[in-house]
């Protein structure tokens, strides 16, 4: 009778013991599950790049953020032929010098002097950096040392920007900035992953190479959705007619890809200030006629 009483009570302990066991695998199970829910809905899902040929530079945005990320860099992800023409609103050498100045801390009076732009402005090399009339160059002609490196979009840049993005959601339109400050580095990654998947010839077209994007200036930034489909949306038509009042140029125009060097990208803002902006925007002209400036890659 003993021994049956007792093995009664350690069928008891044993079977304690599973329910306890059991209670913590399900409990591993149900907060597996929502740190799953958890990481989906923070975006923790990876990305690819997509074979879309419509859409680039965002393609790589999420990889390009994690490499930057690994490299413990601070970071928010270009132009053909020499074309001159006159500068249609009469703006005078030092007035553009003096709206172009400020973002890019004003540098036409220091450096070497390394020649004149079709239009007459001093062309001036500064710690590496062109300044045409005083205004910071990136593009396939002039590029920027690999150790230049703001680390951010320039503090006047972003004030601006939340002022227009104030002033177009009063409109019920939304801006917000999908890629902004780039460094050398993490340029270098994304053009090579676009000609890994597109060709050299192709990813020129919209993508600049190491040393050549204005996004390592920390002086612009693209909006909203970078692709084709951005240039349909009410955000594009409102950028196109106001941006300038807010110191942005729209800076790969269309009809200008054999100027720039670049596609059509209506969702790539450079800044000026508002003075040089306003005067860019009424002469019809791309930065690179305004300046009387190429934009094309040496090799």
Not at 9 to 23: D, E, F, I, S
Not at 105 to 130: F, H, K, M, P, W
Request: charged share 25%.
């Amino acid at each position: 009778m003993e021994k049956r009483k007792s093995s009664s009570r350690m069928r008891g302990r044993r079977k304690a013991q599973r329910n306890a066991v059991l209670a913590v695998v399900a409990f591993i199970v149900a907060a597996a599950g929502i740190i799953g829910v958890v990481a989906v809905a923070g975006g923790g899902k990876s990305r690819s790049v997509s074979e879309n040929p419509d859409v680039k530079e965002s393609q790589l945005q999420t990889e390009s953020e994690q490499q930057n990320n690994e490299n413990g860099q601070n970071e928010n992800s270009s132009t053909g032929d020499e074309n001159s023409a006159e500068n249609g609103d009469g703006s005078s050498e030092s007035e553009t010098s003096e709206s172009a100045t400020e973002a890019d801390g004003g540098a036409n009076q220091d450096g070497e002097v390394t020649g004149v732009s079709a239009r007459g402005y001093e062309i001036r090399l500064i710690d590496g950096v062109s300044y045409v009339n005083g205004i910071l160059i990136a593009n396939k002609t002039y590029s920027l040392p690999s150790d230049y490196n703001p680390g951010k979009i320039d503090d006047t840049v972003m004030d601006a920007f939340y002022e227009m993005q104030s002033a177009a959601a009063a409109e019920g339109l939304n801006l917000y900035i999908s890629s902004g400050f780039r460094s050398y580095n993490t340029q270098y990654w994304l053009y090579n992953s676009y000609v890994e998947r597109d060709g050299k010839e192709e990813a020129d077209t919209y993508s600049a190479r190491a040393g050549y994007s204005e996004h390592q200036t920390g002086l612009c930034f693209d909006l909203n959705t970078i692709d084709d489909s951005f240039a349909n949306t009410p955000e594009s038509a409102w950028l196109e007619q106001h941006a300038q009042e807010y110191g942005f140029i729209i800076r790969y125009p269309k009809g200008k890809e054999n100027i720039t060097g670049y596609k059509y990208e209506p969702w790539h803002l450079r800044y000026l200030g508002k003075e040089l902006a306003e005067k860019v925007y009424n002469s019809g002209l791309c930065l690179e006629e305004y300046l009387g400036i190429t934009s094309v890659y040496s090799d």
